[in-house]
């Protein structure tokens, strides 16, 4: 494991989620766009916690540290997307 790596995974996954939401907002101009906003909102604070947690590393055993921020950040970015599902199907 490699925290390079795992600092990619985070710039890549929040990245394209927030693409998929800017996506959705540039192709319905108008629907929902102030609570994407506030889903894109959230994903940035995701982004910039994981961030800090691996920047400022807590002590212990760094291995299950690292997959314990991958798994949050997996788990968080898949609740966002729940949130983004519901609001596209609302606005069908």
Known sequence: MNIRDIKKDIEYF????????????????GKSSE????????????????????????????RAYYDGIRQEM????DLLSEKLSGVISKAE
Request: glycine share 8%.
């Open 14 to 29: 929040i990245g394209e989620f927030i693409d998929d939401c800017s996506l959705f907002v540039t192709l319905n101009p």
């Open 74 to 77: 997996l788990e968080k970015l």
């Open 35 to 62: 609570e994407v906003a506030g889903i894109i909102e959230e994903a940035i604070d995701l982004y910039n916690g994981l961030k800090d947690k691996i920047n400022h590393p807590a002590e212990g055993a760094k």
